[in-house]
């Protein structure tokens, strides 16, 4: 029997799987039944294209997947990752996790198929290829054209978020095993996890109309309004909103000119907001009816915590409508943040928080977080992101499709993976009964939205005043705030190498923030710049855990 050296153990046969909990008409945009019953099933084509390495001049042959006893794998998968489970005769693997693949780009800058990083680092040693890019990391080969190779497509994979989105790029195959049928296996070649800043954006705007009230307020120089003059375009979102689409399309762009990107693929999940606040299912005129139908709201806040104090108990006295979240801290008016406290109560808890202020009495604690209800503002950003992120990643000149995300659930579920929005990205999309996910990266690229810097040319004080001019000039000896730099210090207190964003000063002495802490007082003429500022922070973190320490 012949044999082949593989770098990565191939996946067993599977034999055919229970039938889904949901049809495909349950990702059909113009079906109003999400579970798609009643609907004729409707058979749709794999999205994946066959993937090649294409690093031989004039192309290679498509690499097919084959049965592992016949390929003779050199490495079998560990005990964690190859935990089986039998299911009513059904073998099923849990994906195995492997290293991250490097972008590859031509000669001229195009993107090929990425490769091993083993395989990066032996073209770099030869002096076949040089560094592209720092991060993410990629190279440029300097003896090949994309015309020279055979290059498959890749897809892009979108699991959207209000707090931070996951994004896999994955490439389908398909699997020839003996005496079965073809069958399709999914691989995950990178993954990136994406941290918005929607609620520092929402916290300044707050600042600023904050600043803007007091100074028109105050014994100042009338100021005729000019909030009548600001149209909006449709399609408007709000700042904190709108930079939850464009980061993701910034992202996705800078993902495409460094892979073969072919195709995109979005999770597009719609919350209903008037279910989740009422904690049931409605029917019929219910829908019609919001929390306060048949009452006043300080009618209806009485009958609710029952003509008592929430965080005492007093009854007969005076009682004020107090927000459980306090709005300095993002409450928000939403009924199901009002309660009924008195005065001293009142007082006493200012901005604190419910868990804090309640700290000694764990019972109450207990009860006042069961009536008060889940904010929505998360879901109500997803609702309003969804169809603009997708009408934004069409403008990408590729193809574009929404799933349902009870398609990406059953899909998770079925890969037994866990519960991120990187794993959740790389089950986005159609996965048929017989197909399976083989492997997924076990480090995760974590990029945080930080921003380019303030517009502001002054510094307020505390009453919204300027106080503080700041420079105009934004570079100093070549170096921007946030480049990412390498310094080589010689001798004195901070000998050594250091690499981490730097905090440029007109003085030529910079401040380095590395992983291990401030470095202070670093001349120019020893750094060496890596990498520009691009107003994203990056970090890594293994394939699970938490988002890791941004650098």
């Not at 990066?120 to 560094?131: H, S």
């Not at 009618?299 to 007093?314: H, Q, S, V």
């Amino acid at each position: 029997m012949t044999t082949f050296g593989v770098s990565e153990p191939t996946h067993p046969v599977v034999l055919p799987q229970r039938r889904a909990l949901e049809s495909a008409p349950a990702d059909n945009p113009g079906s109003r039944d999400e579970t798609g019953r009643g609907l004729r099933r409707r058979s749709t084509d794999g999205t994946g294209i066959g993937h090649e390495r294409g690093e031989t001049p004039g192309g290679s042959t498509q690499r097919r997947e084959r049965h592992p006893e016949a390929l003779g794998a050199q490495e079998e998968p560990s005990a964690e990752g190859a935990v089986a489970a039998r299911e009513g005769g059904t073998t099923v693997r849990t994906p195995t996790a492997g290293a991250a693949c490097v972008p590859v780009l031509d000669r001229r800058g195009r993107p090929l198929i990425p490769t091993h990083p083993a395989r990066a680092r032996k073209l770099l040693d030869q002096g076949r290829a040089v560094v592209a890019n720092h991060t993410p990391f990629a190279i440029r080969l300097k003896d090949r054209l994309l015309e020279q190779s055979e290059v498959a497509g890749v897809a892009v994979r979108i699991d959207p978020g209000s707090k931070g989105t996951g994004i896999a790029i994955t490439v389908d195959q398909d699997a020839v095993v003996p005496s079965t049928a073809p069958f399709r296996v999914r691989r995950g070649l990178f993954a990136a996890e994406l941290v918005h800043r929607g609620s520092y954006i929402s916290k300044r705007m707050q600042q600023r109309a904050a600043y803007r009230r007091r100074r028109r307020s105050s014994n100042l120089r009338y100021r005729a309004p000019r909030f009548d003059n600001r149209a909006r375009e449709p399609g408007w979102l709000p700042p904190s909103i709108q930079h939850r689409v464009d980061s993701t399309v910034s992202i996705v762009r800078r993902l495409v000119r460094l892979f073969p990107v072919s195709e995109a693929h979005m999770e597009s999940a719609a919350f209903d907001t008037h279910a989740l606040s009422a904690g049931r299912p409605l029917e019929g005129a219910e829908y019609q009816q919001g929390t306060l139908y048949g009452y006043e709201i300080r009618e209806y806040l009485l009958a609710k915590w029952g003509r008592a104090c929430a965080y005492c108990g007093a009854v007969g006295v005076p009682l004020q409508i107090e927000h459980i979240r306090p709005r300095a801290r993002g409450g928000s008016d939403r009924v199901s943040n009002l309660t009924l406290a008195c005065g001293p109560c009142n007082q006493a808890k200012g901005v604190m928080p419910l868990a804090e202020f309640l700290a000694d009495q764990p019972d109450r604690l207990a009860r006042v977080e069961a009536q008060a209800k889940a904010s929505l503002r998360d879901a109500a950003a997803m609702n309003a992101t969804r169809q603009q992120l997708c009408l934004a990643l069409s403008e990408l000149n590729m193809p574009v499709r929404a799933w349902s995300g009870g398609r990406t659930k059953y899909n998770r579920t079925r890969m037994r993976l866990a519960k991120t929005h990187t794993l959740d990205a790389l089950c986005v999309g159609e996965l048929p009964e017989a197909a399976i996910v083989v492997r997924h990266p076990e480090a995760v690229l974590v990029v945080t939205a930080t921003g380019r810097g303030l517009y502001a040319r002054t510094t307020p004080d505390k009453f919204g005043f300027p106080r503080l001019l700041r420079p105009r000039d934004k570079q100093h000896y070549g170096y921007s705030t946030g480049d990412l730099v390498s310094a080589s210090l010689p001798s004195g207190r901070y000998q050594g190498k250091h690499t981490g964003r730097v905090a440029v000063r007109a003085t030529g002495r910079f401040n380095i923030r590395t992983a291990a802490g401030l470095v202070q007082g670093i001349h120019h003429r020893h750094l060496r710049l890596l990498q520009r500022a691009d107003g994203y922070g990056y970090g890594q973190r293994p394939e699970g855990a938490s988002v890791g320490r941004r650098t």
